[in-house]
């Protein structure tokens, strides 16, 4: 796929060695995003869930045994491998920022795009969202829901960019300037330790401008030259080691 490069480059950090893995992102991506419960939590191959946390360990016995938490969202890929396999052009990577879309109502559910994506961000909707008695009351108004057939994926809580670029135009400001903190996924408002960052990696008064070029940054499967938008920082060798498929050898 041709390479775009943006203006704004909308990026998240997650520092894994504050991460808990108490999963407060997970639940707060699913009341953002309204994602049903599902029915059958154990069944990994009909769960849906935009945001996932992986459990790492060093491979040791106790007592030096070390465990670390991963969240992994959709990467916004510099160079998504979904975007060009679909065949009805319901993904795409063209707006400012670099968030790759999905487009509900164009997916026909081929489900070339999961197939096509490397870290196994996108999810199928196997069956009808159903919610809890009196829950339904509660889903956001901004974000739609989808029906089973679709192809779902994490889009960086897109509404919350809109909702900062019109408060930005209210206030007579540039819609495509924002200051740092005025966009904020759902999953870095609920992280108690604050472990995740996000902004503009190339606005030099951001955060995560700074963030991504920590000694201890990598991103993940950084070999295949996805060129993702998410970023991860841990002070462990074997954590940083464990991002990409290194022989025993490989200097890294």
């Not at 991963?70 to 998504?80: D, Y």
């Not at 975007?83 to 920022?97: H, I, Q, R, S, Y």
């Not at 739609?144 to 897109?158: A, I």
Request: aromatic content about 8%.
């Amino acid at each position: 796929m041709h390479h775009i490069e943006f203006d704004t480059k909308w990026t998240m950090v997650v520092d894994l060695d504050k991460c808990t893995g108490c999963g407060a992102c997970m639940v707060s991506c699913q009341a953002e995003n309204n994602i049903a419960p599902m029915e059958e939590g154990s069944n990994k191959l009909k769960t849906l869930t935009w945001l996932l946390v992986y459990e790492l360990n060093n491979g040791k016995d106790f007592p030096e045994r070390e465990t670390a938490y991963l969240p992994r969202p959709c990467m916004q890929c510099g160079k998504p491998a979904c975007v060009p396999v679909c065949p009805v052009v319901a993904t795409t990577k063209d707006e400012e920022g670099g968030i790759v879309s999905q487009i509900y109502p164009r997916c026909i559910g081929c489900r070339y795009c999961m197939a096509a994506c490397p870290y196994h961000a996108r999810y199928f909707g196997w069956l009808d969202p159903v919610w809890p008695e009196g829950m339904d009351k509660a889903l956001s108004p901004s974000t739609s829901t989808r029906p089973r057939g679709v192809v779902e994926k994490c889009n960086f809580c897109h509404t919350r960019l809109l909702n900062a670029r019109t408060r930005a135009r209210a206030e007579g400001m540039d819609p495509k300037n924002l200051p740092d903190g005025w966009y904020k996924p759902a999953c870095l408002e609920a992280c108690p330790t604050g472990a995740i960052s996000f902004g503009d990696s190339k606005n030099p008064e951001h955060k995560v401008h700074d963030l991504i070029k920590d000694k201890n940054a990598f991103r993940l499967l950084e070999s295949i030259g996805m060129d993702p938008q998410v970023y991860y920082i841990s002070r462990r060798d074997w954590v940083r080691e464990q991002s990409d498929n290194h022989l025993p050898n490989d200097k890294h």
